[in-house]
């Protein structure tokens, strides 16, 4: 079992940056996968960015370039770097954890993902 909890969400102009970081309780580096996804009102969740357990990473489309997902082992801590942020970046960002070695690359799919954090919520105004 993994337990996640998300901080680093807030309020920012478009063109700003926010760090999210995910403290993944249980976690074990090469037996675990994680994720950052995110859900705006009215849809599902979009996958942003994973890690697979041999450091593989995948980004969706529209982040590429601008934002970066990251690992601390030592710390069973994960980050997302966000930079250059846009008012549709905006949504409730949630941290999954899953098992290692069964994500379908490029794809960033919820059903890969067993363990969720309760979201942490960012803002990007025009």
């Known amino acids: 079992h993994v337990r996640l909890v998300e901080s680093g969400g807030g309020s920012v102009q478009a063109g700003g940056s926010l760090i999210l970081s995910c403290v993944a309780s249980?976690?074990?580096?090469?037996?675990?996968?994680m994720a950052w996804f995110r859900r705006v009102p009215g849809q599902g969740r979009e996958g942003i960015a994973d890690i697979d357990g041999d450091g593989t990473t995948d980004y969706a489309e529209p982040v590429k370039g601008r934002f970066t997902i990251s690992l601390d082992n030592a710390k069973s801590t994960l980050y997302l770097q966000m930079n250059s942020l846009k008012p549709e970046d905006s949504g409730m960002y949630y941290c999954a954890a899953g098992v290692a070695g069964i994500l379908l690359h490029p794809r960033i799919v919820d059903n890969q993902f067993e363990w969720w954090g309760q979201g942490t919520l960012v803002t990007v105004s025009s």
């Open positions: 249980g976690y074990k580096p090469g037996e675990h996968s």
